[in-house]
């Protein structure tokens, strides 16, 4: 069955710009959604199909994706940014999340 | 607004059988893939299920084949998710989702929680 792989956690000091990768086998050809999930909130969309940002959603976030790793990048990080963040999508009849990131804001 | 509010949550013990309900209200419902997803505490998303517009169509993570099932009565504007030979690992916050298959999670509930134990 298919896969998502993220890193537990990602550090990044406030300013700089944080990426969050997701890796699936030939990820490049799906399509990629990502959430951000604060504590005792529910998740929130942030970028749909790999690159695209609902109204809303800074243009801080954006979305790529190449060949098997799909990336959440987030720019000019505030500390309003900590949050789990997990990436997702549908293969073969399955929706899939990643097991998620937690982004540290230092 | 789109609006999501689960129900039917609570304690009950391994082998135990709990219906989950969301009420939607603020989109066209009967036009919208609606899935349910579940979070254990401390833990990450896990999706659960899935059902097309028309209810003609449902997907289900591995996890549950074969002993939940989801449906929907769109005039109602009601999803539900029937959960049975429940399982301590079942336990977690299930949460009610606009979208799901190929859409994105556009919209979600605050959830509601089950808790399997005896």
């Known amino acids: 069955s298919y896969v998502l792989t993220q890193p537990p956690s990602v550090s990044v000091a406030p300013g700089n710009t944080a990426s969050i990768p997701c890796g699936g086998n030939?990820?490049?050809?799906?399509?990629v959604h990502w959430y951000q999930q604060k504590p005792g909130q529910a998740p929130v969309v942030v970028v749909y199909?790999?690159?695209d940002r609902p109204s809303g959603i800074p243009e801080r976030f954006s979305g790529s994706s190449s060949g098997d790793t799909a990336a959440l990048t987030i720019s000019r990080v505030e500390a309003g940014d900590e949050a789990d963040y997990y990436c997702?999508?549908?293969?073969?009849?399955?929706?899939?999340f990643g097991g998620g990131t937690k982004l540290t804001v230092l | 607004e789109v609006q999501l509010l689960e129900s039917g949550g609570g304690l009950v013990q391994p082998g135990g059988s709990l219906r989950l309900s969301c009420a939607a209200s603020?989109?066209?419902?009967?036009?919208?893939?609606m899935s349910w997803v579940r979070q254990a505490p401390g833990k990450g998303l896990e999706w659960v299920s899935a059902?097309?517009?028309?209810?003609?169509?449902?997907e289900y993570a591995d996890s549950v084949q074969g002993r939940f099932v989801i449906s929907r009565d769109n005039s109602k504007n009601m999803l539900y998710l029937q959960m049975n030979s429940l399982r301590v690992d079942d336990g977690a916050k299930y949460y009610c989702?606009?979208?799901?298959?190929?859409?994105?999670?556009?919209?979600w509930g605050q959830g509601t929680l089950v808790t399997v134990s005896s």
């Open positions: 989702v606009k979208g799901g298959m190929v859409s994105p999670a556009w919209a």
């Open positions: 603020g989109f066209s419902f009967g036009t919208y893939i």
């Open positions: 059902i097309s517009g028309s209810g003609g169509s449902t």
């Open positions: 030939n990820i490049g050809s799906k399509s």
């Open positions: 199909d790999t690159s």
């Open positions: 997702h999508v549908w293969d073969r009849s399955s929706d899939l």
